[in-house]
């Protein structure tokens, strides 16, 4: 009896829940009106987006896409390596004789022609000794005239050379002409000049300042063309040759690309590093790299002529692992399997087999193809997403 009062209990509070639950919603629901025309809201943002993928994704409407044409040449392989820039040219002046500088012609980064005057020591002191030394000449050959005037009444001409020898030697005057020879090339050695075009770089004096002969006045330095040093693996450097084309991209300026030639191969490797030096000139007209620049250097080492070659952003692939490219056919985007060979940053070689083949001049996608379907409509664009693309990854 206890039991059946228990149950009739609980089937009595499910009830009354239910019935306020009942309540709750029957308050709080919208009205019928309402209910239909959110529904009618949601059914039009539906179709909105799915119209919106139907002509995102319809094969007949023309996708913007970007093409390149296929092309037949020699496939470089290069080699990689880091380097670091210096002057082609460099030399240190010093000075040649002691005293106060008088003038400083120059600053830091200015441009100089070869001979160009950048430093003047005071030349009182050494002007004053090249006079003393004329007046000593101007004495001696007054002493010499003296000794000689009647020697050319002598008739034998090699006892006229034994006496000029011998006034020369008792008037001093081959001492005298050493004399001032050596007092001119002081007064000379006062002015520094620079001994071949180029910039200034670590000016280390000032005008006023006392400097001893050897003491270092300042760097000239020739950076057009600028010079790369770049340290390439024994393993690697075996595929180089002097001449050939060498890019690179300095950590100073990301994303631009300078262009040179390989000028020289050092042909001792370093034990320690196991590398040779390999020396790129890069034209500098303006200026831009300085030495001590460090930069990624790209070396054209082996080639492979007559390759069939397409940027390597053509090439995708199945999900079974199989190649595949977009070769544009009458304004359609035709899917072709390939077999690829060697490649480098940016192009791949395509090998001729059993699969489809590419021909030179064929006009291959690169850039706003990755979810075409084979057969799609396709127009040739310089930027896809700036034309309203499907997204490039």
Known sequence: MA???????ILTALLILGALATGIWWRLRPPPEEEEDQM???SEEVGEVVESVREQFSTELPQPVTGVVAIQDTLWISVRARGRAE???????????SGIISTVGVRENQAVGAGRLVVQIDTTEYALEVATMEAA???????????????????DPEVRRQRDMLARAQTGLDQAEVDLRRAELDLAKTAARVPFGGRVADLRVVAGQFVREGDELLTVVDIDPVKVLVQVLATEVVHLAEGRAASLVFTAFPGETFTGRIETINPVIDPELNTARVTVHIPNPDGRIKPGMYAEADLEAQQFPDRILVPKTAIRETDDRRDFLFVMEDGRAKWRYVTVGLENDYYVELLEGEVEWVAPGEIVLVDGHQMLPHDAAVELVDDPMAAGGRPTR
């Open 40 to 42: 009618a809201e949601v």
């Open 87 to 97: 002057a082609f040219r460099e030399a240190k002046l010093t000075a040649q004789k």
């Open 3 to 9: 039991q059946s009062r228990s149950t009739l209990g």
């Open 137 to 155: 000449l101007r004495k001696a050959q007054s002493d010499y005239r003296t000794r000689v005037l009647f020697d050319e009444e002598l008739e």
